[in-house]
């Protein structure tokens, strides 16, 4: 485990943005909200290795399997007792508005991933890509957060757990798959960037609607507005006759 964990580095581009992750951790709300976030996506992972383990018919991904879905749970416990620590640390009336998942969006878990529709080496090689993505984000956190030596630790130590379940979950897809090992890492790296995409597509739907939403509220609603207002001048002021009532003996 120590190899894999020496080897870890963030992505080029996490490198570069080192400077936004900074900015992004500062705040201490927005890292406690961060944290809490990082709990629930931990916990839901421990669930779906739990899931995992009851479906494969393998007993040693099962026992990894069951050990994984602990540390998950683990690292849920301690995201959310460091979360609500510096939360109650905070000044009363203070909150967060912008959490910028964006550029720090940690652990994404096994994004929805239907397990029981998996077989062993699919949801060997996503879940490697997956440890592997989160080592890298945890290391490029850790070097966010000088000023808060507490959080900082508390990602070190998660990181060995994220060193070994990127290992485990390699060695143990060359045990089963074999040569068609890079293949499926590949055909996992594409689901996970069709993810991504899905991802993206959604939050600019959204950002578009939005748009569209206010062009409506801007240019299309004042003229109707004017109109409303023109026709109710023409109305004369007070109650107004009503028409007269039927005979009350008629049918009609």
Request: hydrophobic share 40%.
């Amino acid at each position: 485990m120590a190899e894999p964990l020496r080897s870890l580095r963030a992505t080029a581009l996490d490198r570069a943005l080192l400077p936004l992750h900074r900015w992004v951790w500062q705040d201490p709300g927005r890292r406690a909200l961060k944290l809490l976030r990082f709990a629930e996506t931990e916990a839901d992972g421990g669930r779906d290795l739990s899931r995992a383990a009851e479906v494969t018919r393998d007993p040693l991904l099962r026992r990894l399997y069951l050990r994984h879905a602990q540390d998950e749970e683990r690292h849920a416990h301690l995201f959310r007792a460091r979360g609500r620590e510096l939360l109650h640390s905070l000044p009363r009336g203070g909150s967060v508005s912008f959490e910028a998942n964006f550029f720090a969006p940690g652990e994404r878990g096994l994004d929805d991933l239907h397990v029981e529709s998996e077989g062993d080496e699919s949801l060997l090689a996503f879940l490697h890509l997956s440890e592997e993505a989160a080592a890298q984000r945890f290391v490029i956190y850790q070097k966010s957060l000088a000023h808060d030596p507490e959080t900082r630790d508390l990602f070190r130590r998660i990181l060995h757990d994220e060193a070994f379940h990127m290992s485990y979950t390699h060695a143990q897809l060359t045990r089963i798959a074999g040569p068609r090992t890079r293949r499926r890492i590949w055909q996992a790296r594409l689901g996970r960037l069709w993810k991504a995409y899905l991802r993206v597509a959604a939050a600019l739907a959204g950002v578009i609607g939005s748009l569209i939403l206010r062009v409506q509220y801007f240019v299309l609603l004042p003229p109707f507005v004017f109109l409303a207002r023109r026709a109710a001048r023409r109305e004369p002021e007070g109650f107004a006759p009503s028409r007269a009532l039927p005979d009350a003996r008629s049918q009609y």
